[in-house]
């Protein structure tokens, strides 16, 4: 389970890796459950900083790449919520709270049929969340021992996820996204950690070119992109 993650810290990466514009504060480096985070989304220039509002007004250019060559791509564009889903049928403010703990992954094997992701993903709410690695717990040494795992060339990864925009009823409102996760016992690198005996999981890393055909996929579609990352690709090294 992959509930911590690091965020980018270079302005000029957001652009150059995702094609959207920075925010105007590039935000904590660890992201942990209910910590504010930035994902991608495909969205009308205009409903950017408006519909989800706290992304410090970042916008995206023009993309290309979908599925459909004759249909216009939506541009990109980068949001902030909180690590950590909150269903749109969660009734109160504290009960978002206490779920969003346990919802920071979803399973791409259940997303469409969870009652937790079911909605979302029906709805097309899939996005991109960057990050320059994540974190798994290594048990071999006997004790847990927190490990960054990022790609061997340097360059940020884009998972995959959805988000939600929950309302309450006294006005509250949460914007939230999760990682989707794939099994990973067979994968070279991944099956090493997380704890002894449990099934092991990564998340989707989508590769560069397929940013756009993810987010603009039907759902059904959208499935084909759950695959594990090449073990190759990747790194691991311990986190002090």
């Not at 302005?11 to 094609?19: K, L, P, S």
Request: glycine share 10%; net charge positive.
């Amino acid at each position: 389970m992959s509930t911590h993650y690091e965020s980018l810290q270079q302005a000029t990466v957001y652009t150059d890796g995702f094609g959207v514009l920075p925010p105007t504060d590039l935000g904590a480096k660890d992201i942990w459950p209910r910590k504010p985070g930035y994902f991608i989304r495909h969205v009308p220039a205009v409903d950017i900083g408006v519909e989800l509002g706290a992304a410090s007004g970042a916008v995206s250019g023009p993309t290309s790449g979908a599925d459909r060559p004759d249909v216009p791509v939506p541009e990109r564009g980068l949001c902030s919520g909180q690590f950590g889903l909150v269903p749109a049928w969660v009734k109160s403010a504290s009960d978002a709270k206490l779920r969003s703990t346990k919802l920071v992954n979803a399973r791409h094997e259940t997303v469409s049929t969870s009652n937790n992701f079911r909605d979302a993903w029906l709805s097309g709410q899939r996005c991109i969340v960057p990050m320059m690695a994540f974190f798994e717990d290594d048990y071999r040494p006997g004790k847990a021992v927190p490990t960054r795992i990022s790609r061997i060339d340097g360059k940020p990864m884009g998972a995959a996820g959805v988000w939600c925009h929950w309302r309450g009823a006294g006005g509250e409102e949460i914007i939230s996204f999760t990682l989707l996760t794939v099994n990973a016992n067979s994968h070279a690198l991944m099956h090493r950690y997380q704890n002894p005996g449990a099934e092991k999981r990564m998340p989707v890393i989508l590769s560069e070119g397929a940013y756009d055909a993810y987010l603009s996929a039907r759902p059904d579609k959208a499935k084909e992109f759950m695959r594990p990352f090449a073990a190759e690709r990747l790194r691991a090294n311990p986190w002090q």
